[in-house]
């Protein structure tokens, strides 16, 4: 009741009121088969959390991941859901909150964040709920129809939640006033208001908030996007990408528009989390980190200048136009020891299907020139394009051998599912082959389950391209590790040793330690 009455007090003289805001990273949802789960911290979240208080906002954070990393809860379809259960979650929101926002990373965990936001409408019916991430951002209009959200959230989302924020706060909260969201008016209709133009200095933004979270649960495990080498942070030094694939749902989500961060502010940040957090490693979760030569040059140098001492790496992917030798090397001497390269296709005319700008001829020296120097390559490759064919999947596999011999560690192959947001998703959508619905939802997760595996190509059956990817991870590992025999001898040194240098060796890494805890449990079972 008192707190009913200071709302009043505030609202009758129009004055600012004190709010509270509570940010959820739900748990996340990995496939029963999967040998790499990746617990990451929300990094997007974090940056959410900062700006609300960097805005004199009080902040609560809930991210169900990391404060249960050892937990995990059977979920439908061979799937376990990580972290704290739903009601769990549920039950560490403050009370008399304002504003509850929830954060979704990707597609293929919509059906149980929705089951969240369903249930926090339930249990908090007068706050005000808000949705954001690339999902939402991707299909506004489904988003608010499938769930009981108020309020979604387009693209980048520090100013757009300020600004809800302040509007909350002032009682003059008007969402047709507010750029870059999805919402449903009194009359129950869904609006889609202009996007908010991109931030064009991203050292503007506060820094994430990662004392609001468990961040230490992360680090002491050595959890993040990449190889464990040991406390990772994660880190963003640009947003966007100035490609336009096919495939990629980054123009809807982040634009074309490529924005670097200052170097040395970023070196700054990466000093902090040094000193504040004994950090050994930086994660770089960038979409295309390496655009421009002249940044990535400037940025290893002031490492050196510095003389900061760390690990990073680049396990999101990158570009291979700008890594000649010079900055492969580079490169090394600063630290990075992991990169991806998404070449995607060795099918030139995929290639120009998906509009995936690239030479495979400079993929490969780019991918020499790192090897060269001592660099850790892992490459991706996708299968099933719409109208791939046979003839085309055997280009890729030539030129699968051909970056094995050049020296990459790893492959990953996946298989082409239409992510929303992206041309292909919007172009298959048009046909009607495409019902967006929980089994939609569950086929996105191939990517670490296989037997998940959809084909959209006319040429190839769901069957056939399972096997194609089969056939293609082997042909990788028969080429690199008859150029280089020595290679499988010291992954298995190096799971003895308890280090991982590669993906692959993090996949072994978690495969032999789910089994050791399967083997725990059936004792305890017996027992």
Same mark, same amino acid.
């Given at each position: 009741?008192l707190?009913?009455?200071?709302?009043?007090?505030?609202?009758?003289?129009?004055?600012?009121?004190?709010?509270?805001?509570?940010?959820?990273?739900p748990?996340?949802?990995v &496939?029963?088969?999967n040998?790499?789960?990746? $617990?990451?911290?929300? =990094? /997007?979240?974090?940056? *959410?959390a900062?700006?609300?208080?960097?805005?004199?906002?009080?902040?609560?954070?809930?991210?169900?991941v990391?404060?249960?990393?050892?937990?995990?809860?059977?979920?439908?379809?061979?799937?376990?859901?990580?972290?704290?259960?739903?009601?769990?979650?549920?039950?560490?929101?403050?009370?008399?909150?304002d504003?509850?926002?929830?954060?979704?990373?990707?597609?293929?965990?919509?059906?149980t964040?929705?089951?969240?936001?369903?249930?926090v409408?339930?249990?908090?019916?007068?706050?005000?709920?808000?949705?954001?991430?690339e999902?939402?951002?991707?299909?506004?209009?489904?988003?608010l129809?499938?769930?009981?959200?108020?309020i979604?959230?387009?693209?980048?989302?520090e100013?757009?939640?300020v600004?809800?924020?302040?509007?909350v706060?002032?009682?003059?909260?008007? &969402?047709?006033?507010i750029?870059?969201i999805v $919402?449903r008016?009194? =009359? /129950?209709?869904?609006? *889609?208001?202009?996007?908010?133009?991109?931030?064009?200095d991203?050292?503007?933004?506060?820094l994430?908030?990662?004392?609001?979270?468990?961040?230490?649960?992360?680090?002491?495990?050595?959890?993040?996007?990449?190889?464990?080498?040991?406390?990772s942070?994660?880190m963003?030094?640009?947003?966007?990408?100035?490609?336009?694939c096919?495939?990629?749902?980054?123009?809807?989500?982040?634009t074309?528009?490529?924005i670097?961060?200052d170097?040395?502010?970023?070196l700054?940040?990466?000093?902090?989390?040094?000193?504040?957090?004994?950090?050994?490693?930086?994660?770089f979760y960038?979409?295309?980190?390496i655009?421009?030569?002249?940044?990535?040059?400037?940025?290893?140098?002031?490492?050196?200048?510095?003389?900061?001492?760390?690990?990073?790496?680049?396990p999101?992917?990158?570009?291979?136009?700008?890594?000649d030798?010079?900055?492969?090397?580079? =490169?090394?001497k600063?630290?990075?020891?992991?990169m991806?390269?998404?070449?995607?296709?060795?099918?030139?005319?995929?290639?120009?299907?998906?509009?995936k700008?690239?030479?495979?001829?400079?993929?490969?020296?780019?991918i020499?020139?790192?090897?060269?120097?001592?660099m850790?390559?892992?490459?991706n490759?996708?299968?099933?394009?719409?109208?791939?064919?046979?003839?085309?999947i055997?280009?890729?596999?030539?030129?699968?051998?051909?970056?094995?011999?050049?020296?990459?560690?790893?492959?990953?192959?996946?298989?082409?599912?239409?992510?929303?947001?992206?041309e292909?998703f919007?172009?298959?959508?048009?046909?009607?082959?495409?019902k967006?619905?929980?089994?939609?939802?569950?086929?996105?997760?191939?990517y670490?389950?296989?037997?998940?595996?959809v084909?959209?190509?006319?040429?190839?059956?769901?069957?056939?391209?399972?096997?194609?990817?089969?056939?293609?991870?082997? =042909?990788?590992?028969?080429?690199?590790?008859s150029?280089?025999?020595?290679?499988?001898?010291k992954?298995?040194?190096?799971?003895?040793?308890?280090?991982?240098?590669?993906?692959?060796?993090?996949?072994?890494?978690?495969?032999?330690?789910?089994n050791?805890?399967?083997?725990?449990?059936?004792?305890?079972?017996?027992?």
């Amino acid at each position: 009741m008192l707190y009913a009455r200071v709302s009043l007090y505030y609202l009758r003289y129009n004055l600012p009121r004190p709010i509270k805001i509570c940010l959820i990273r739900p748990s996340i949802v990995v &496939p029963a088969s999967n040998a790499i789960t990746i $617990f990451t911290p929300p =990094l /997007g979240l974090a940056y *959410i959390a900062g700006s609300l208080r960097s805005a004199k906002f009080e902040v609560q954070m809930i991210d169900a991941v990391g404060e249960s990393l050892d937990t995990r809860h059977p979920s439908n379809n061979d799937c376990f859901i990580y972290g704290l259960s739903q009601e769990q979650t549920i039950d560490g929101i403050d009370p008399n909150t304002d504003i509850i926002g929830i954060a979704l990373g990707f597609s293929f965990e919509w059906p149980t964040c929705r089951d969240l936001m369903n249930a926090v409408r339930t249990r908090f019916p007068k706050a005000l709920l808000i949705g954001g991430g690339e999902h939402i951002t991707a299909v506004p209009t489904q988003s608010l129809e499938d769930s009981a959200i108020d309020i979604g959230v387009l693209g980048e989302g520090e100013e757009t939640a300020v600004e809800i924020a302040i509007a909350v706060s002032e009682n003059r909260l008007n &969402p047709e006033e507010i750029s870059g969201i999805v $919402f449903r008016n009194e =009359l /129950g209709q869904i609006h *889609i208001n202009e996007r908010r133009p991109r931030k064009r200095d991203l050292d503007d933004i506060a820094l994430p908030a990662w004392d609001l979270m468990p961040i230490e649960n992360y680090l002491e495990r050595g959890y993040g996007f990449g190889v464990n080498r040991g406390r990772s942070m994660p880190m963003m030094a640009s947003r966007g990408c100035p490609y336009q694939c096919t495939f990629c749902s980054n123009p809807s989500m982040w634009t074309t528009r490529w924005i670097a961060r200052d170097p040395d502010l970023l070196l700054d940040e990466m000093q902090l989390y040094q000193e504040k957090y004994n950090i050994e490693n930086f994660d770089f979760y960038d979409l295309t980190a390496i655009v421009k030569k002249s940044w990535i040059v400037d940025f290893c140098k002031k490492i050196e200048e510095r003389n900061m001492t760390f690990t990073w790496q680049l396990p999101s992917g990158t570009r291979s136009e700008a890594i000649d030798n010079e900055v492969a090397s580079l =490169l090394y001497k600063s630290g990075c020891r992991n990169m991806s390269y998404s070449p995607e296709s060795g099918s030139v005319g995929v290639l120009e299907r998906i509009k995936k700008k690239i030479s495979l001829d400079s993929v490969i020296r780019s991918i020499d020139a790192s090897f060269i120097n001592h660099m850790n390559i892992k490459t991706n490759i996708i299968f099933g394009f719409p109208g791939e064919t046979l003839k085309e999947i055997f280009e890729s596999y030539r030129f699968i051998i051909r970056m094995a011999i050049a020296g990459a560690y790893d492959i990953s192959i996946w298989a082409f599912s239409p992510y929303p947001g992206s041309e292909l998703f919007n172009n298959i959508s048009t046909t009607g082959k495409l019902k967006m619905d929980d089994a939609y939802y569950d086929s996105l997760r191939s990517y670490a389950d296989p037997s998940k595996t959809v084909s959209y190509s006319v040429h190839i059956s769901d069957k056939l391209l399972k096997i194609l990817r089969f056939i293609g991870t082997a =042909l990788f590992y028969v080429a690199s590790w008859s150029r280089r025999p020595n290679r499988p001898f010291k992954i298995i040194w190096n799971l003895m040793n308890g280090k991982q240098e590669s993906r692959a060796e993090l996949g072994l890494y978690n495969l032999l330690r789910h089994n050791r805890l399967a083997k725990i449990f059936t004792k305890l079972r017996k027992s």
